[in-house]
């Protein structure tokens, strides 16, 4: 079945540094990919998404690359703020069934 | 327009006992499926249901069950509560027939099992 592997956080940062989390993930075919953002106690947001190869999504100063050859997604951030402390987390979607599979999200920690 | 939304938001059962959980979907969308995520873990896929029939279903035992109605809401119910069903349940909406659509969740439902 399809899989998801994510960095463990949790990852902390100070205000305006560069963010990286790795998401590589094991699926069949060439599913959609999606990051989604936790905050706490709340459901989860749709943060962006790519539907096929080459495809970068980008929202709010965050941005991903669908990578095919190595079924990567890395989501990246130029200057993190301390409102962006929440729980990351990357999911392929089966195209045809609309099911998304989850790792276990990476928690990013800001710091003033 | 509103997006998906759940009820209730939090409740309290006692071992043994039943639970439904409640969703509306999206304006628009026609598929509705449920995923559980225990404290500190991500969300696990119960199953989905499109055209009130259940289309896909993840490793849950028969203790989960669902329905969908003609206005494409759908409920969540769970028999024999256990301890361990204690966790956030999600519902998410989506369109199928869209290639590469967006799923939405809603805000969960918090179950507590005592």
């Known amino acids: 079945g399809d899989s998801v592997t994510q960095m463990e956080g949790p990852v902390t940062l100070s205000e305006e540094a560069f963010l990286t989390i790795n998401c590589t993930y094991t699926?069949?075919?060439?599913?959609?990919l999606f990051w989604y953002v936790q905050y706490p106690g709340e459901g989860l947001q749709l943060l962006l998404k790519a539907t096929k190869a080459d495809d970068k999504g980008s929202n709010k100063g965050f941005e991903a690359t669908y990578r095919k050859e190595t079924t990567s997604f890395h989501l990246e951030k130029g200057s993190v703020q301390v409102s962006d402390s929440a729980v990351y987390f990357c999911a392929p979607a089966r195209n045809a069934g609309n099911m998304l599979t989850f790792g276990g999200g990476t928690r990013l920690m800001v710091k003033p | 327009d509103a997006g998906v939304t759940q009820s209730p938001t939090h409740l309290i059962k006692t071992r043994g006992q039943q639970v439904t959980l409640r969703c509306s979907p999206k304006s628009g969308h026609d598929t509705v499926s449920w995923y559980q995520q225990a404290l500190g873990q991500g969300p696990q896929f119960i199953f989905q249901y499109y055209e009130e029939e259940e289309r896909q279903r993840g490793n849950f035992p028969d203790r989960f069950s669902g329905h969908q109605f003609p206005n494409y809401s759908s409920e969540l119910n769970v028999n024999a509560l256990l301890l361990g069903d204690s966790a956030l349940y999600l519902c998410?909406?989506?369109?199928?027939?869209?290639?590469?659509?967006?799923?939405?969740f809603g805000e969960g439902s918090w179950l507590t099992v005592v």
């Open positions: 699926a069949t075919g060439y599913p959609s």
């Open positions: 998410a909406s989506s369109h199928t027939g869209t290639s590469g659509n967006t799923i939405y």
